[in-house]
């Protein structure tokens, strides 16, 4: 089992500029945030393939984040610009252990961290 860590959460005001990271313990291969809102279902944010060739967003980030990853360090890093009071949510990093397609189902993952949270004012 791969550990991940995420860091870099907090609180900003609506239009700031956020970065959280997560490190694993391990080599992982895909690897994709996901958040929770409260009273909401967790919902695919983002995800990036092993060399860093292949990213993918949902629609409610694309042009605002974006996945980068060191594979040296062992770290993923979601930088969140133009931040929306509805990005305020829990965010989870994830990682599959075997497949290189950053998938945005959350049943594809292997390996989650404990979420840290994100809360954007207006």
């Known amino acids: 089992q791969v550990q991940l860590v995420e860091s870099g959460g907090g609180l900003v005001q609506a239009g700031a500029s956020l970065r959280v990271s997560c490190t694993a313990s391990g080599r992982t291969f895909a690897k994709g945030w996901f958040r929770q809102a409260p009273g909401k279902v967790r919902q695919f944010v983002g995800g990036?393939?092993?060399?860093?060739?292949?990213?993918r967003y949902a629609d409610s980030v694309k042009g605002r984040f974006i996945i980068s990853r060191d594979n040296v360090k062992n770290t993923v890093t979601l930088e969140m610009n133009n931040l929306k009071p509805e990005d305020t949510a829990v965010y989870f990093c994830?990682?599959?252990?075997?497949?290189?397609?950053?998938?945005?189902?959350?049943?594809?993952?292997?390996?989650w961290g404990q979420g840290t949270q994100v809360t954007v004012s207006s």
């Open positions: 994830a990682a599959r252990r075997y497949n290189a397609y950053p998938s945005e189902f959350d049943r594809d993952y292997d390996d």
């Open positions: 990036i393939s092993p060399s860093g060739g292949t990213t």
